[in-house]
Nanobody, 124 residues
Framework: QVQLVESGGGLVQAGGSLRLSCAAS????????MGWFRQAPGKERECVAA????????YYADSVKGRFAISRDNAKNTVYLQMNSLKPEDTAVYYC?????????????????WGQGTQVTVSS
């Protein structure tokens, strides 16, 4: 069982930065791939970044490549999403999720545990 709590969302102007954090409880965190997803109103939830259990492999959605960076600190049971050069189209609720296995994946059905989400709003 893994419980996830996101933080760090907020309102930012276009071009600004935010850093999201996701604190996990449970002893199996370090063995699981982690992902950051987002869902905008009227749109499907999409994966923006994923990271393998030890952080050696990362994946990004094309829309955020070069702007977002996912990282993790297994000693702190925390995964991060650094978001730079934010755009209004990045506005969404952002969720972190723990994967079923250790290999990084952007497939939503590979994730079993979800946080409650944190709102990110980018103004133009």
């Amino acid at each position: 069982q893994v419980q996830l709590v996101e933080s760090g969302g907020g309102l930012v102007q276009a071009g600004g930065s935010l850093r999201l954090s996701c604190a996990a409880s449970g002893r199996t965190f370090s063995t699981k791939a982690m992902g950051w997803f987002r869902q905008a109103p009227g749109k499907e939830r999409e994966c923006v970044a994923a990271i393998s259990w030890i952080g050696a492999k990362t994946y990004y959605a094309d829309s955020v490549k070069g702007r977002f960076a996912i990282s993790r600190d297994n000693a702190k049971n925390t995964v991060y999403l650094q978001m730079n050069s934010l755009k209004p189209e990045d506005t969404a609720v952002y969720y972190c999720a723990a994967g079923r296995g250790a290999i990084a994946t952007m497939r939503i059905y590979e994730y079993d545990y979800w946080g409650q989400g944190t709102q990110v709003t980018v103004s133009s």
